[in-house]
């Protein structure tokens, strides 16, 4: 079966930085996104890596190394509007996005 | 401005009652996307359609229908016949550009069945 795995929820303090993990098993792979989710809103758009590495942009980073499985989107400069969940989804072999649960992240002063 | 809309933002059944939930896209993409999101859960494929006249069931399909006679509006039912149908419903869209797949969703309803 295809399956995401990401923590259910993580709490960081505001002005630190935080790690957001997700290893995936899927049948193929031909991409992996990051998406970010406020409580009663829809997901947008935060990342796509297919090649291994880092990617960054801005104060959010995401990385992958197909080999392991596994993805990790890291936040730098952790503002309090970044109290969200972070998603984390994988394209399979047949161009179907695979979700994750979510990851629900908390911002304390 | 382009972008996804769906309507209502809230809404509320009876139990038994089919209800329709709109999606319509104005950013020329050809596929477009129901997914249901469940508190704990990841989002859930319900239906999808790449073109025109043209949809394909999702991995939790039943109970629920769609039509795309347009490009721009993929309007999801849910019938009397969805079990536990109470969930907040996303609508996506994605341009035709097969390497990135990237999605775009519109505000989402949240339905309530009484």
């Known amino acids: 079966g295809q399956n995401i795995d990401q923590p259910t929820e993580m709490t960081a303090t505001e002005g630190a930085i935080v790690q957001i993990n997700c290893t995936y098993q899927?049948?193929?792979?031909?991409?992996l996104f990051w998406y970010q989710q406020h409580a009663g809103e829809a997901p947008t758009f935060l990342s796509y890596?297919?090649l291994d590495g880092l990617e960054e942009k801005g104060r959010f980073s995401s990385f992958l190394s197909r080999s392991k499985g596994y993805s990790y989107l890291l936040l730098k400069e952790l503002q309090m509007k970044d109290s969200a969940s972070y998603l984390c989804?994988?394209?399979?072999?047949?161009?179907?996005?695979?979700w994750g649960a979510g990851t629900k992240l908390i911002i304390k002063p | 401005d382009g972008g996804i809309t769906q309507s209502p933002k809230y809404l509320f059944r009876k139990e038994g009652q089919n209800v329709t939930l709109s999606c319509e896209q104005n950013?020329?993409?050809?596929?477009m996307y129901w997914y249901r999101q469940d508190p704990g859960q990841g989002l859930r494929l319900i239906y999808y359609?790449?073109?025109?006249?043209?949809?394909q069931k999702g991995d939790i399909a039943e109970g629920y229908s769609v039509s795309r006679e347009k490009k721009e509006s993929f309007p999801l039912t849910v019938t009397s016949a969805q079990k536990n149908p109470t969930a907040f419903y996303l609508c996506?869209?994605?341009?035709?550009?097969?390497?990135?797949?990237?999605?775009?969703f519109g505000p989402g309803t949240r339905l309530t069945v009484l």
């Open positions: 899927t049948s193929g792979f031909n991409g």
């Open positions: 950013l020329n993409h050809d596929a």
């Open positions: 890596n297919v």
């Open positions: 359609s790449q073109i025109v006249n043209d949809f």
């Open positions: 996506a869209s994605s341009p035709p550009d097969r390497v990135t797949d990237t999605q775009y």
């Open positions: 989804a994988v394209l399979d072999s047949n161009y179907q996005l695979i």
